[in-house]
């Protein structure tokens, strides 16, 4: 069965991160730490990404999941303000628990008396 147009179209897009990079698809893969033919199969469009992949891949190339699926061209740099990006980064570094912990703790620290005053304020 041929491989669908999403699937060519993301290979496309992984083919070109990766030469516009300079690396080769061996490099990559030694990289990422996963077979050769595997990445190869991603590119040619013939084996589905996981979600965990798409993140890998990502994060690798500095490029938001949108991109690799979509085609809409932003990286992570430029779709965060800086902070934002910085913090995002470390964030995704955690598994689903620790983002979960993470996320908890900023929602405390945005409704103490300091940012609901600052919310309040906004909105007048």
């Not at 690798?60 to 999941?65: D, H, K, L, N, R």
């Not at 949108?66 to 061209?73: A, E, H, K, T, V």
């Not at 005053?117 to 909105?123: E, F």
Request: hydrophobic share 35%; proline share 5%; glycine share 6%.
């Amino acid at each position: 069965m041929e491989p669908s147009k999403d699937y060519i179209d993301f290979g496309i897009r992984l083919s070109k991160l990766r030469t516009d990079k300079g690396y080769s698809q061996s490099d990559v893969s030694r990289m990422l730490n996963m077979p050769q033919s595997t990445y190869a199969g991603y590119e040619a469009g013939s084996r589905k990404a996981s979600i965990t992949v798409i993140k890998t891949l990502s994060h690798f190339y500095g490029i938001t999941p949108d991109y690799l699926i979509n085609g809409f061209n932003q990286s992570v740099a430029t779709a965060l303000p800086p902070v934002n990006a910085a913090l995002h980064e470390k964030i995704d570094k955690l598994d689903e628990v620790d983002a979960g912990k993470a996320e908890g703790y900023i929602d405390s620290l945005l409704s103490s008396p300091k940012y609901e005053i600052a919310a309040q304020q906004n909105l007048a």
